[in-house]
Nanobody, 123 residues
Framework: QVQLVESGGGLVQAGGSLRLSCAAS????????MGWFRQAPGKEREFVAA???????IYADFVKGRFTISRDNAQNSVYLQMNSLKPDDTAVYYC?????????????????WGKGTLVTVSS
């Protein structure tokens, strides 16, 4: 069983920055494919970014150039640096882990989800 705990959410003004963190349990974190998703009020959960266990990265088009995903295998953690935030980025952000398949924009199910952290961007 893998536990994912997100942190770093909060209230920020438009144009500001936040850094989300996701701490994962397990001794084989370096083998996990990791990702970030988000769910805005009244909307379905959507893909934000992913980083594979070998370091391949993919972003949703709407965050390219603004968000950066990274991982630190020594800390069992994955991060999402979010810059130039917009009110449309307001959502609960979820960390995801999959032990066997890559996480992509078409991914709808993963092995493990975190409970989420709320990001609110004010205009």
């Amino acid at each position: 069983q893998v536990q994912l705990v997100e942190s770093g959410g909060g209230l920020v003004q438009a144009g500001g920055s936040l850094r989300l963190s996701c701490a994962a349990s397990g001794r084989t974190f370096r083998r996990y494919n990791m990702g970030w998703f988000r769910q805005a009020p009244g909307k379905e959960r959507e893909f934000v970014a992913a980083i594979s266990w070998i370091g391949d990265i993919i972003y949703a088009d709407f965050v390219k150039g603004r968000f950066t995903i990274s991982r630190d295998n020594a800390q069992n953690s994955v991060y999402l640096q979010m810059n130039s935030l917009k009110p449309d980025d307001t959502a609960v952000y979820y960390c995801a882990a999959d032990l066997t398949k890559l996480i992509t924009p078409s991914t709808s199910s993963v092995d493990y989800w975190g409970k989420g952290t709320l990001v609110t961007v004010s205009s």
